[in-house]
T-cell receptor, first 112, second 114 residues
Framework: GENVEQHPSTLSVQEGDSAVIKCTYS??????FPWYKQELGKGPQLIID?????GEKKDQRIAVTLNKTAKHFSLHITETQPEDSAVYFC???????????FGKGTHLIIQP | GAGVSQSPSNKVTEKGKDVELRCDPI?????LYWYRQSLGQGLEFLIY????????KSGLPSDRFSAERTGGSVSTLTIQRTQQEDSAVYLC????????????FGSGTRLTVV
């Protein structure tokens, strides 16, 4: 089955700087890669996703890149703000009927 | 509904008691998932329902855990003879069931076994 590795487990950046979270996956048939943000006391919320037919997708300060050859994808947050502090999960979905496989999460801390 | 609804939001129970956690998915979503999240940890898959197919129970940690989904909508996760290690947040998610579409999560039920 699919295996997703996520790094780093904790990331602390100064407000206004950029943050990058990286994930690798094992199943070359995986073709859908969402990112979730989980704030304290809440369930994870989908913030951006990318499908395997594109290499990059942007939504305001958030972007995701995908390298299918290397089987890795990354989340980029620019001009970080205090409200970006949360736990972020990457996930990958295989080509069959399997569901999403999640990474272990990254705790992003925005320092004022 | 507008989102995935879970109840109760918090549950404190005594060790050895049974508990039932409820999930009401988004209307029309055929797929429903249960995950467990221990303090500061990632998402542990428990069980998956897709339409009228037999559920994928491969993530259930022991036979004390069971789940059902009635009428293809509401789901109940039951934990029998609760143990302290069952303390966690139990998250439910639903999706349209189509390949390459993400999940919508509920806010979870925080279970504390004392």
């Amino acid at each position: 089955g699919e295996n997703v590795e996520q790094h780093p487990s904790t990331l602390s950046v100064q407000e206004g700087d950029s943050a990058v979270i990286k994930c690798t996956y094992s199943d070359s048939a995986s073709n859908y890669f969402p990112w979730y943000k989980q704030e304290l006391g809440k369930g994870p919320q989908l913030i951006i996703d990318i499908r395997s037919n594109v290499g990059e997708k942007k939504d305001q300060r958030i972007a995701v890149t995908l390298n299918k050859t290397a089987k890795h994808f990354s989340l980029h947050i620019t001009e970080t703000q205090p409200e970006d502090s949360a736990v972020y999960f990457c996930a990958a979905m295989g080509g069959g009927a399997d569901g999403l496989t999640f990474g272990k999460g990254t705790h992003l801390i925005i320092q004022p | 509904g507008a989102g995935v609804s879970q109840s109760p939001s918090n549950k404190v129970t005594e060790k050895g008691k049974d508990v039932e956690l409820r999930c009401d998915p988004i209307s029309g979503h055929t797929a429903l998932y249960w995950y467990r999240q221990s303090l500061g940890q990632g998402l542990e898959f428990l069980i998956y329902f897709q339409g009228n197919s037999a559920p994928d129970k491969s993530g259930l940690p022991s036979d004390r855990f069971s789940a059902e989904r009635t009428g293809g909508s509401v789901s109940t996760l039951t934990i029998q003879r609760t143990q302290q290690e069952d303390s966690a947040v139990y998250l439910c998610a639903s999706s349209s069931g189509r390949i390459n579409y993400g999940y919508t999560f509920g806010s979870g039920t925080r279970l504390t076994v004392v």
